[in-house]
């Protein structure tokens, strides 16, 4: 907020980027800037704040929650349950306080699976799902869930959520983590199945009743389309796998 001349005010926001330097070019991302209209009221001054918060959360539904949220497995996991759309401000303020700290989702009450699979009785509810040790920077062996059970108080809340929070990561370090975890689960879909290559295929499908052969250049995209393959077919037939982008294999793929 600033005074202009003749006793006006400008009110204007700088809402800082997801991310601070462009992870393929190197360099830094832009912010955005919104300014209030000259005549504003009290109304127009709460929604405008409101409306500016930065909000670090993932909008979860079946789809977003087993692809994008049960995936990082380095920060423990915070689920706002909701009859409302979004985060309200106060959960927006402690994904901010706690970025790179913990992993924020909101779940809509309608979404029946996860209300039912995390046992939600009352709305709204905080649940902190604790997969990882903070004091001790590794995995813990099992998933424990601990449900919030105070006032709707920003601090109580800070205070519930601060012993599952990890040292602050940076975004170099949050990035190497992702990719290394990334490649791990790569590697794990990779070995799921067998991999033949053209010498060996007659022995390796001989005496084979049911035989899905799949020829993939190693694309990420391909190999997710396998695995909901292998899910649809529940084990009717068995399936190899030949990398098209060997060259060994050129001619057979």
């Not at 202009?4 to 190197?26: D, M």
């Not at 990082?72 to 979004?86: I, M």
């Not at 909901?228 to 077919?233: A, P, V």
Request: hydrophobic share 35%.
């Amino acid at each position: 907020m600033r005074f202009c001349g003749s006793g006006t005010i400008s009110v204007e926001s700088i809402i800082p980027p997801e991310r601070l330097t462009n992870p393929y070019t190197g360099k830094p991302m832009a912010h955005r800037e919104n300014i209030l209209k000259p005549e504003f009221g009290e109304k127009d001054l709460n929604f405008f704040v409101i409306s500016t918060l930065p909000d670090y959360s993932i909008k979860l539904d079946g789809k977003t929650y087993k692809e994008g949220f049960t995936f990082p497995n380095f920060y423990n996991k915070v689920l706002l349950f909701s009859e409302k759309r979004g985060a309200p401000p106060m959960y927006k303020a402690l994904t901010a306080t706690f970025r790179r700290q913990l992993l924020f989702g909101v779940v809509n009450s309608k979404e029946e699976e996860l209300v039912k699979q995390y046992q939600i009785e009352k709305f709204p509810s905080i649940v902190v799902e604790e997969l990882y040790d903070p004091l001790g920077d590794k995995l813990l062996g099992k998933v424990s869930r601990h449900i919030y059970k105070g006032k709707i108080n920003k601090d109580e809340i800070e205070k519930f959520l601060k012993p599952f929070a990890r040292t602050k990561l940076s975004e170099t370090d949050e990035m190497q983590l992702y990719q290394k975890l990334l490649q791990q689960k790569q590697e794990n879909e990779r070995k799921r199945f067998e991999w033949i290559s053209q010498a060996n295929i007659t022995r390796s499908l001989m005496n084979r009743k049911g035989v899905l052969l799949a020829c993939l250049d190693d694309s990420k995209n391909q190999m997710k389309k396998i695995i909901e393959i292998e899910k649809m077919i529940l084990g009717l037939v068995d399936i190899y796998i030949m990398d098209a982008s060997d060259a060994e294999n050129a001619q057979y793929a």
